[in-house]
C-alpha cells in the first residue's frame, strides 16, 4: 500500500471579474478547474503545464497561500479545511514548505543568510538561540555551502548558492513536503544540474517528497516519480513517469514533449518532424467548451466540441483526458 | 557554399567600471555565410549579448567600448564608419531582435506605427507605400489579419504575437543579416516551437542570416546550422550544430551538453560542472575553465590555449584537443 501523503481531491480556484462602480461579479476566472492528485511520501509529483494553466495556483492552495474555491486536501488523511488556526499552525505548515523560482527576489536582502535559514525555526518552534545556531550550521552544512556563509548577505552570493539557502531554509523545520516552484529554471545551465543533484540527495536522505512545478519535461523527467500535465486549469494526462514519456496518449502531452525534444538539423532530413500546434491558449476567462483543447488539436474531431472528456484510467497508474486515446 | 557576408575578426569588448575593466569579449572572431543561423551559446556573462550589441555598435554608453578588432559586412568594416554611417545599417542592413518583447515595444504606440517608423527611416517610402510595407511585414511574420491589427497596442497582444510583431519590425525593412538575442526564452514550450519553425520560414523565403544568440541547447539544435560557445569572453569551440552535439572536443562543450537532462531517457544522476563562471574581473590566468574541467594540466594553469582546427569547420581552444 503506498504512503499517500498528501492528496488534493477536485480542487477548484475561481477569481471573481468584477466590474462597474457597484464591482459586481459579472464572471469567473477558472484557474484551477477540478484538479485531484496524490503524492507519495518520499516521491515527487511535478505539474507541468505553460503559462496560465493553473499549475502555480494548485502549489499556492497547497500552501494555504490560496484558499480553494471548492475541493478538499488531505494531508496523511485527514482534511486539512477542518483543523484550527493553531492545529494549522502546529501541525500542517511546518510540513509543507516551498522553495520559490528566483532566489533574487525569495530573500530579504538586508538580512544575513543565518538569520534567514533561522526565520522559520524562531517563528515555529520554542528553540534556544544556541539550538537555532547549530541547527543552521547543520544545514549550511547539508546544501554544500561554506560554513562561514552564515554571516554574509544574500547579494554576496551566485543564483546557485543563494537557491542553496532557499532549500536550507525550506528544510529548517524537517517538512515532510516541499513545493519547488521552477526551483531550476532562473539558473544558469551548468548550474542546474548541481541543484536538481542536491534536490535529488536531499529526498534520498530525508524521505522527502517533492510538489514540482515545472514548464520544462526533461528537467521534470529527471526530478519525478510521477507527472501530470495541466493544460487550462485542469490536468490532462496524469501517470508514473515511465509510463507518460514512454506512452504519452494526450495530444497536448505529445506536442508537449515534441517541442522540448532534442532534434538535430538531419533528424529533420530524416522526416523526424516536431508537432507545431495552431494558436495560443485561450483565456481561462473563456474556455472553449467540450474538451478545452480542441482548438488547438490536430487530432479533434467534432464531438470534441461538444462534450468535455473525463480524466479516465488507461492502465493501473496512467489516466487521460481525451476521447481518442 | 554560400558567400560569407559578415566577418568578426578579434573582437574585443570591455566596459571601464569602477572596479576596473571588465573584458566582457575578449578577442572573438567568427563568420556569418549568407542565408545560414549561426548560434552563439553560453551561460550569462559569457559575452553572448555583448558580442551582438557591438556588432549593431550599441553598446551602453559611457563604459562600454569596443577596444580592438574589426567587424567586416560586405567587405565594409562598421568600426571605422561615423556615426550617421552607422545608423544607415542598423535597421536596415543588420537588425535586432531582443529577449522580452514587452520592453522593445512602445507601450503607448499602436504596432502599425511602430512597424512603420522602421520603414519610413530606411526607405524613405510615402504614406500608402508605407502601410504596404507594414502588411507585408506582419504577413511574413505569419500574423493573422495584419490590417485589424494595426491598430493594436501591445498591450492587447499575447507573448507570442508580441515576439512576431518585434520579428516583423526587424524584417520590415528586408535586413540581410538579423541578430536574435534570446528571442525565444520568454515564450511557453509550444509557442517557442512556433516561433523557430516561423523563422525557419522566414528564412527560406527572404535568405536572411541570422545570428541567434541562447542558452539553451534545444534551440540551437533546432534552429542554427553552425555553432560558437562562449564561456568568459572567449568562444572556446565553433562546428557545425551536429559535430558539437556528437562529437564536442571541449571539455566545457561536452560537460553542458552532459549536464542537460534528456527527455527520451531517464538520467540516473545528472552530470554536473563543480564550481561557476569566473569573475570577468579577476580572470584565472591560462586557460578560463581550467578551475572548472576534469582534465587541466599544468599547461592550463600558465598559457592561454590557442584555437587549433579540428576538422572541416570545426576549431577547439584546448591544450587538450591535438
Known sequence: MADILLEGRDLKKYYPIRKGILQRTVGWVKAVDGVSFTIERGKTLSLVGESGAGKTTVAKQVLLLEKPTSGTILCEGNDIQQFSQSQLKMNYRPKVQAVQQNPWSSMNPRMRVRDIIAEPLVVNTKQSKQQVRSRVQELIEQVGLMADSAERYPHEFSGGQRQRIAVARALALNPSLVVLDEPVSALDVSIRAQIMNLLKDLQAQYNLSYMVIAHNLATVRYMSHSVAIMYLGQIVEYGEEEELFKHPLHPYTRALMSASLLTLPEDEDKGIKKIILSGEMPSPLDPPPGCRFHTRCPEARAECSQTAPPLRSVGSSHKVACIRA | ?322
Open chain 2, 1 to 322: 557554399m554560400s558567400k560569407v557576408i559578415l566577418k568578426v575578426e578579434d573582437l574585443r569588448t570591455s566596459f571601464f567600471t569602477r572596479k576596473g575593466e571588465v573584458k566582457a569579449v575578449d578577442g572573438v572572431s567568427f563568420y556569418v555565410r549568407e542565408g545560414e543561423t549561426f548560434g552563439i551559446v553560453g551561460e550569462s556573462g559569457c559575452g553572448k549579448t555583448v558580442t551582438g550589441l557591438s556588432i549593431l555598435r550599441l553598446l551602453p554608453e559611457p563604459g562600454g567600448q569596443i577596444v580592438g578588432g574589426k567587424i567586416i559586412m560586405d567587405g565594409t568594416n562598421l568600426l571605422e564608419l561615423d556615426k550617421k554611417e552607422m545608423r544607415a545599417y542598423r535597421g536596415k542592413v543588420i537588425s535586432m531582435i531582443l529577449q522580452d518583447p514587452m520592453s522593445s515595444l512602445n507601450p503607448v504606440y499602436p504596432i502599425g506605427d511602430q512597424i512603420a517608423e522602421a520603414v519610413r527611416l530606411h526607405q524613405g517610402l510615402r504614406d500608402e507605400m508605407v502601410q504596404q510595407e507594414v502588411i507585408s511585414a506582419l504577413r511574413l511574420l505569419q500574423i493573422p489579419t495584419p490590417e485589424v491589427i494595426l491598430g493594436d497596442y501591445p498591450f492587447q497582444l499575447s507573448g507570442g504575437m508580441r515576439q512576431r510583431v518585434v520579428g516583423a519590425i526587424a524584417m520590415s525593412c528586408h535586413p540581410r543579416l538579423l541578430i536574435a538575442d534570446e528571442p525565444t526564452t520568454a515564450l511557453d514550450a509550444t509557442i517557442q516551437a512556433q516561433y523557430i519553425a516561423l523563422f525557419k520560414d522566414v528564412q527560406k523565403k527572404t535568405n536572411v542570416s541570422i545570428i541567434f544568440i541562447t542558452h539553451d541547447f534545444g534551440v540551437v539544435a533546432n534552429m542554427c546550422h553552425r555553432v560558437a560557445v562562449m564561456y568568459a569572453g572567449k568562444i572556446v569551440e565553433t562546428a557545425s550544430t551536429s559535430t558539437i552535439f556528437k562529437s564536442p572536443r571541449h571539455p566545457y562543450t561536452s560537460a553542458l551538453i552532459k549536464s542537460v537532462p534528456r527527455l527520451d531517457r531517464k538520467d540516473k544522476r545528472l552530470y554536473s560542472i563543480k564550481g561557476q563562471p569566473p569573475s570577468l574581473l579577476d580572470l584565472p590566468p591560462g586557460c578560463r575553465f581550467f578551475p572548472r574541467c576534469p582534465m587541466a594540466k599544468n599547461v592550463c594553469r600558465e598559457q592561454e590555449p590557442p584555437e587549433v582546427e579540428v576538422g572541416d569547420g570545426h576549431s577547439v581552444s584546448c591544450w587538450g584537443v591535438k
